[in-house]
């Protein structure tokens, strides 16, 4: 089934960017602030039309409402979201990741990349810190696996909605592979480098889960990325990880692709064995500079 897309009324609109509602109109008549007209003639807005108008008018930031506004405690979120309490805000999203609510967590999300804190801040400095604290309680036993992997499930969900609002760069300055390794299961620190990539300007090939080495080569001559970005999160068999680590490597150098790994697995890893090794990455902010 199809998500559906949240739209915003007029009231809703001018709540969020701080303004009133004849405003709204008045941009939308102008055609300043994109929207959607019903059969009725109502304005409908999604979030990527307040964004896009945000971003073509830098100097309204200052008075926008970065959270929907409904209640005394929606205007604390929204002026931390401005703040850049992320302090805060790790607390408030981890508890509204253990409470299953998506929306939530996307609209600090949205606050924050309306805010003009770029996409990388966002993940290093939020979302990777709530992954860490759900994956010390599941390391510690205070979670179940289930837990880890229903609270992980959330936050992935609401960091591929966040993408709906992001403007993708229509040039490509490069093709980058991104996988991780073939035995392991979470993705979701892949799937932030994915987003991260793709807002660089990267056309980025995501193989997802659990990805056979078999048939790397498959790839490489089928789409020649001049980039192998590899995700390591637990390594369970030291030999078999380092010899798919190693081949890897060198299907990559055949190909004159370069090799960027980011995770705590490579900690368990040789990196001197392979002659394409470009960079260790350890942040979001490090995927954005590579």
């Given at each position: 089934?199809?998500?559906?897309?949240q739209l915003?009324?007029?009231?809703d609109?001018?709540k969020?960017l701080g303004?009133n509602?004849?405003?709204?109109?008045?941009?939308?008549?102008?055609?300043k602030?994109?929207?959607?007209?019903t059969?009725?003639?109502h304005?409908k807005f999604?979030?990527?039309h307040?964004?896009?108008?945000?971003?073509q008018?830098?100097?309204k930031?200052?008075?926008?409402?970065?959270?929907p506004i409904?209640?005394?405690?929606d205007l604390?979120?929204?002026?931390r979201?401005m703040?850049?309490?992320?302090?805060?805000?790790?607390?408030?999203?981890q508890?509204?990741?253990?409470?299953?609510y998506?929306?939530?967590?996307?609209?600090?999300?949205?606050?924050?990349?309306?805010?003009?804190?770029?996409?990388?801040?966002?993940?290093?400095?939020?979302?990777?810190?709530?992954?860490?604290?759900?994956g010390?309680?599941?390391e510690s036993?205070k979670?179940?696996v289930?837990?880890e992997h229903?609270y992980?499930?959330v936050?992935?969900?609401?960091?591929?909605?966040?993408?709906?609002?992001?403007?993708?760069?229509?040039?490509?300055i490069?093709k980058?592979?991104c996988m991780?390794m073939?035995?392991?299961?979470?993705?979701?620190a892949?799937?932030?480098?994915?987003?991260?990539?793709?807002?660089?300007?990267?056309?980025?090939?995501?193989?997802?889960?659990?990805?056979?080495?078999?048939?790397?080569?498959?790839?490489?001559?089928?789409?020649?990325?001049?980039?192998l970005?590899?995700?390591?999160?637990v390594?369970?068999d030291?030999?078999?990880?380092?010899a798919e680590?190693?081949?890897?490597?060198?299907?990559a150098?055949?190909?004159?692709?370069?090799?960027?790994v980011?995770g705590?697995?490579?900690?368990?890893?040789h990196?001197n064995?392979?002659?394409?090794?470009?960079?260790?990455?350890?942040t979001?902010?490090?995927?954005?500079?590579?």
């Open positions: 089934m199809k998500e559906q897309i915003f009324n007029s009231v609109a001018a969020i303004v509602v004849s405003t709204i109109k008045r941009w939308t008549d102008e055609g602030l994109p929207c959607i007209k059969a009725g003639g304005r999604q979030m990527e307040l964004a896009q108008f945000l971003e008018n830098k100097k930031t200052e008075r926008v409402n970065l959270f409904e209640s005394d405690s604390n979120i929204s002026q979201v703040k850049g309490d992320f302090e805060f805000l790790i607390d408030y999203v508890e509204q990741v253990r409470l299953g998506r929306d939530r967590v996307q609209q600090v999300m949205n606050g924050l990349y309306l805010g003009q804190y770029p996409l990388y801040v966002i993940y290093d400095k939020l979302v990777t810190q709530v992954l860490h604290r759900f010390e309680l599941w036993s979670i179940t289930t837990e229903l992980t499930q936050v992935r969900d609401s960091i591929i909605r966040l993408q709906g609002i992001i403007k993708i760069p229509t040039e490509k490069g980058a592979f991780i073939s035995t392991e299961l979470h993705d979701i892949l799937k932030m480098v994915d987003h991260v990539l793709e807002l660089r300007g990267f056309q980025v090939l995501n193989s997802g889960q659990m990805t056979p080495t078999l048939n790397i080569e498959k790839i490489f001559e089928l789409y020649r990325p001049d980039r970005y590899i995700s390591s999160t390594v369970l030291l030999n078999s990880a380092q680590f190693d081949k890897l490597c060198y299907i150098k055949d190909f004159g692709a370069q090799v960027f980011g705590r697995g490579f900690d368990q890893l990196l064995t392979c002659p394409v090794l470009k960079a260790r990455l350890f979001f902010k490090d995927v954005f500079a590579s």
